[in-house]
């Protein structure tokens, strides 16, 4: 046997051994490698709660604010996402904003506090995933006026799993 013939069965070898390892490692299910140490990439497998759809529930003004707008509630890998966006909002104030038990116009006490809107935006990242947030229901998210006037409430949505077909009448 010449040289190149060992050469390159040692590289077929070298190859199915890798693909062999590579499918016999318990941290890989289904092609997606579910935790390999820090360094490693990350493929996620498109799974059922991934594919949840995002929740927009309508923001309608109260106390003649004018404020209305759409909360959006996106699954992120196990956690909710919340990216909030109003028209009429005042510039520069900081509106206090929560998720509360209930329904409007008079929801209930706080179940989870919120980032400010400021300039008619808010993004938060809450540690709960969004089916566990729906399983929850009633709720509802809820704008106060300032963080000096937080009895006046400028803006409120029911979360409901009706909210959606809400938007699009």
Same mark, same amino acid.
């Given at each position: 046997?010449?040289?190149?013939? $060992?050469?390159?069965?040692?590289?077929?070898?070298?190859?199915?051994?890798?693909?062999?390892?590579?499918? %016999?490692?318990?941290?890989?299910?289904?092609?997606?490698?579910?935790?390999?140490?820090?360094?490693?990439?990350? &493929?996620?497998?498109? %799974?059922?709660?991934?594919?949840?759809?995002?929740?927009? &529930?309508? #923001?309608?003004?109260?106390?003649?604010?004018?404020?209305?707008?759409?909360?959006?509630?996106?699954?992120?890998?196990?956690?909710?996402? &919340?990216?909030?966006?109003?028209?009429?909002?005042?510039?520069?104030? %900081?509106?206090?904003?929560?998720?509360?038990?209930?329904?409007?116009?008079?929801?209930?006490?706080?179940?989870?506090? $919120?980032v400010s809107l400021v300039d008619?935006?808010?993004?938060?990242? #809450?540690d709960v995933p969004l089916a566990? #947030?729906?399983?929850? #229901?009633?709720?509802?998210?809820?704008?106060?006026?300032?963080?000096t006037e937080l009895k006046s409430?400028?803006?409120?949505?029911?979360?409901?799993?009706?909210?959606?077909?809400?938007?699009?009448?």
């Amino acid at each position: 046997m010449n040289i190149n013939k $060992l050469f390159v069965i040692g590289a077929v070898l070298i190859i199915v051994g890798a693909g062999w390892f590579a499918f %016999s490692d318990p941290s890989i299910k289904d092609g997606a490698i579910m935790q390999k140490g820090e360094d490693a990439m990350i &493929v996620e497998k498109t %799974s059922d709660a991934m594919m949840q759809k995002d929740k927009t &529930v309508p #923001l309608v003004a109260l106390n003649d604010s004018k404020e209305e707008g759409v909360a959006v509630f996106s699954d992120i890998g196990g956690k909710t996402k &919340v990216t909030v966006t109003i028209a009429g909002a005042p510039a520069g104030v %900081s509106q206090p904003m929560h998720i509360h038990t209930g329904s409007c116009p008079t929801p209930g006490t706080v179940t989870y506090p $919120l980032v400010s809107l400021v300039d008619g935006k808010s993004e938060t990242i #809450l540690d709960v995933p969004l089916a566990t #947030l729906l399983s929850r #229901l009633p709720l509802a998210i809820n704008v106060h006026k300032s963080m000096t006037e937080l009895k006046s409430y400028v803006s409120c949505g029911d979360i409901s799993l009706e909210s959606e077909a809400m938007m699009q009448n």
